[in-house]
C-alpha cells in the first residue's frame, strides 16, 4: 500500500517528493500565532471599503476612467496624427509633380485676302481706317480688376491678371520680339514644366500642334518685314474662372492690328496693316503664381492677309502691299479625304481684304 503523503497518481515525474525542498518556506509556529486574520463584515464588503485588485485608472474627467495602457496608446496615436497632419501641412509648396512635356497645343491659320491687297492712304497715320473700339497697347487689352473665385482671392486674381498683361505685351507689343527675333523677353513668363517645349519651338519650329515659335509669339521674319510704327493697335477682353479647385484659368481672346513695311524700305514706302487674332488660354497653380509665370495651354492664331499653303509655324507671313496692290493666289479647296494633309492645317478668307 502507498505512503499517504504521495498523490493519488504518484510522485509527480521529475520531482523528489522530499519536503526538505520546502523545509525554507515552512512559516513557524510563532509567525502563524502573530498573523492577524480579519473577515470584513457585510456592510463593509458592500461599503467597497477594502482595496481592488485593479490597474491603477487614471481620472479623465468627464470620460470616466481609462486604464493606463490605454491612455498611452491613445496618446501615441494622437502623436502620430497630429505629426502627419503637420507635415501634410507644412511640408513646402510645389513638392508635388509639376506638369511636363508637351502642354500647349496650337493652331494656326492663314487668312488669305479675298482681293488684291492695297497700302493704308496715309502712312504718317496708318491706323486712320480702323473701326472704334480698339485702343494703343496695353490699354486695348480691357484686363478686368482681380475679384475672388471659389478657391483664389482677389490677389491672387489680380497677380496672374497682371502676369497675363504683361506677358501679352512682351509677346504681341515688343518690337524686338515682333521684327528682331528676341525670345528672351517671353521666355522668362514660362514654367519650368514647358521651357523645353518652348525652347524646341524655337529653335526648330514646325506646325504639329506643339512646337510652333508663333504659338507662344507674334513674330515676323527680321530679314521681310519691319515695323511701320511701333504702336500696336489692340481689342479684346479676357474672362476669368477656375479649371478646377487649385488652378485659376484666364482665357484671352484679342485683335492686334500692325502696321508693316518691308524689311529695308525708305520712309515713305506702302504700309500694310497686319491683323492678328490670338485666343490664349492660361492655367495658374499657387506655385506659378508665387514665381509670376503661367502656364499656356491652348493658342489659337488667325492671321492675314497671308498666303495658304505657306507655314507659319516660324513666322507669321503677312502679304505686304506695294503701290498698284499685290494679288495673292485664292486658297485651294479642301479635300477631306485627303488623309496625306493634317486636319489642323487650314486657311480662311479674310473679310473685308
Known amino acids: 500500500m502507498g505512503d499517504p503523503r504521495e498523490p493519488p497518481e504518484g510522485t509527480p515525474e521529475g520531482g523528489s517528493g522530499n519536503e526538505d525542498e520546502f523545509r525554507s518556506v515552512v512559516f513557524d509556529e510563532s509567525f502563524v500565532r502573530a498573523a492577524r486574520i480579519q473577515e470584513l463584515s457585510a456592510r463593509e464588503r458592500l461599503a467597497g471599503s477594502f482595496g481592488k485588485a485593479t490597474r491603477p485608472r487614471v481620472r479623465l474627467g468627464p470620460l470616466g476612467t481609462v486604464p493606463r495602457q490605454a491612455l498611452i496608446l491613445l496618446l501615441l496615436i494622437l ?10 501641412v507644412s511640408s513646402p509648396k510645389g513638392t508635388a509633380a509639376r506638369p511636363e512635356g508637351s502642354q500647349l497645343t496650337v493652331s494656326l491659320v492663314a487668312l488669305s485676302p479675298a482681293s488684291a491687297v492695297h497700302p493704308v492712304a496715309d502712312p504718317a497715320n496708318p491706323f486712320a481706317a480702323l473701326p472704334t473700339g480698339y485702343g494703343d497697347g496695353a490699354l486695348g487689352l480691357n484686363t478686368p480688376t482681380g475679384a475672388p473665385t471659389g478657391h483664389f482671392s482677389r490677389v491672387e486674381v489680380a497677380k496672374a491678371l497682371d502676369t497675363v498683361q504683361r506677358y501679352l505685351v512682351a509677346s504681341s507689343m515688343s518690337p524686338t520680339v515682333l521684327v528682331q527675333g ?6 522668362v513668363f514660362v514654367t519650368p514644366g514647358e521651357l523645353a ?11 504639329d500642334r506643339h512646337h510652333a515659335a508663333t504659338g507662344w509669339m507674334v513674330r515676323f521674319d527680321p530679314a521681310k518685314v519691319a515695323l ?20 485659376l484659368r ?3 481672346d484679342h485683335t492686334f492690328v500692325y502696321a508693316l513695311k518691308p ?20 492655367q495658374f497653380d499657387r506655385v506659378d503664381l508665387a514665381s509670376a509665370q503661367l502656364r499656356l495651354v491652348d493658342s489659337v492664331v488667325q492671321a492675314g492677309p ?26 485651294a479647296p479642301v ?7 493634317p486636319g489642323w492645317q487650314v486657311c480662311g478668307v479674310l473679310a473685308g481684304g
Not at 511701320?228 to 488652378?247: I, P, W
Not at 479635300?335 to 494633309?341: G, N, T, Y
Open 250 to 252: 484666364i482665357t484671352t
Open 182 to 187: 528676341a525670345t528672351a523677353d517671353v521666355r
Open 306 to 331: 497671308a498666303p495658304c499653303g505657306t507655314s507659319m509655324a516660324g513666322f507669321l507671313q503677312p502679304v505686304l502691299a506695294t503701290g498698284q496692290g499685290t494679288v495673292v493666289a485664292p486658297p
Open 228 to 247: 511701320a510704327s511701333n504702336t500696336v493697335r489692340v481689342a479684346g477682353a479676357m474672362l476669368v474662372d477656375e479649371a478646377d479647385g487649385g488652378t
Open 197 to 207: 517645349e518652348f525652347d524646341a519651338s524655337v529653335a526648330q519650329p514646325v506646325d
Open 335 to 341: 479635300d477631306p479625304a485627303d488623309h496625306a494633309r
Open 79 to 88: 502623436l502620430a496624427f497630429g505629426t502627419a497632419v503637420y507635415f501634410g
Open 263 to 282: 524689311a529695308g524700305a525708305p520712309a515713305g514706302a506702302p504700309v500694310t496693316l497686319e491683323t492678328v487674332r490670338r485666343q490664349l488660354t492660361f
